[in-house]
C-alpha cells in the first residue's frame, strides 16, 4: 500500500513563504501524478497544483505566479514552494497521489494525512 507523509507546514506571515514536502513509500508501480490539495474550515478540498510523471504541471487560478510544484521521481517525491503568501492560503495541505501499486491493478487517488498552513500576523 502507498503511504504518503507530508512535512513542512507551520505558521508563517503574510507574505512569507513555506515548502511543503511529501514523500511516497511502498509498493508503487506506477505514478501518474502527484499534487496538492486543501482543505479550509468549512470549505470543500480544492485542488492546489499538480504535476504528472512527464512534468506537466497544472495550477489553481488562485495560487499562479505564487506556487510552484516539483518533483523527485527518483525518491517518489513531491514538493510546494508557496510564496507571497496569503491569509487565505490557510489551510490543511494534503499530498496526493494517482497511480497503480501493481501492474493489474487499477490506477487509484492516495491521500496523506495533511499539514496545517497558517497564514496570519
Known amino acids: 500500500q502507498v503511504q504518503l507523509v507530508e512535512s513542512g507546514g507551520g505558521l508563517v506571515q503574510p507574505g512569507g513563504s513555506l515548502r511543503l514536502s511529501c514523500a511516497a513509500s511502498g509498493s508503487i508501480f506506477e505514478i501518474r501524478s502527484m499534487g496538492w490539495y486543501r482543505q479550509a474550515p468549512g470549505n470543500q478540498r480544492e485542488l492546489v497544483a499538480t504535476?504528472?510523471?512527464?512534468?506537466?504541471?497544472n495550477y489553481a487560478d488562485s495560487v499562479k505566479g505564487r506556487f510552484a510544484i516539483s518533483r523527485d521521481n527518483a525518491k517518489n517525491m513531491v514538493y510546494l514552494q508557496m510564496n507571497s503568501l496569503k491569509p487565505e492560503d490557510t489551510a490543511v495541505y494534503y499530498c496526493?497521489?494517482?497511480?497503480?501499486?501493481?501492474?493489474?491493478?487499477?490506477?487509484?487517488?492516495?491521500w496523506g494525512q495533511g499539514t496545517q498552513v497558517t497564514v496570519s500576523s
Open positions: 496526493t497521489l494517482n497511480g497503480a501499486t501493481a501492474r493489474w491493478y487499477p490506477r487509484a487517488n492516495f
Open positions: 504535476i504528472t510523471s512527464d512534468g506537466s504541471t
